[in-house]
């Protein structure tokens, strides 16, 4: 196996970095991001960048950011379908 690209105490780190309501809710992704999962990390980085806030980083304007065309949590992810009322 090639080196870690996030190591056990980054992750930690990052991890106390994020509200402790929240921790929980991104459980997985911490592990995945420990193992290796580089979009993991990017959703992590994305994540922390913007406060924790997914709705933020949809609407991330730091196009310069050379996560910001993988960033996870896109704008088409916010839209939700028109219901149809019926009448």
């Not at 402790?20 to 990390?41: H, Q, Y």
């Not at 991330?60 to 949590?73: A, G, M, N, Q």
């Amino acid at each position: 196996r090639g080196k870690r690209i996030m190591s056990k105490e980054q992750a930690a780190i990052m991890r106390h970095a994020f509200p402790k309501e929240e921790r929980p809710v991104l459980e997985k992704t911490f592990l995945a991001a420990e193992n290796g999962s580089v979009m993991s990390m990017v959703k992590l980085k994305c994540l922390d960048c913007v406060g924790g806030l997914r709705k933020e980083v949809a609407l991330c304007p730091c196009k310069d950011c050379p996560l910001w065309t993988i960033r996870p949590y896109k704008e088409k992810d916010l839209l939700t379908p028109v219901q149809e009322t019926g009448v």
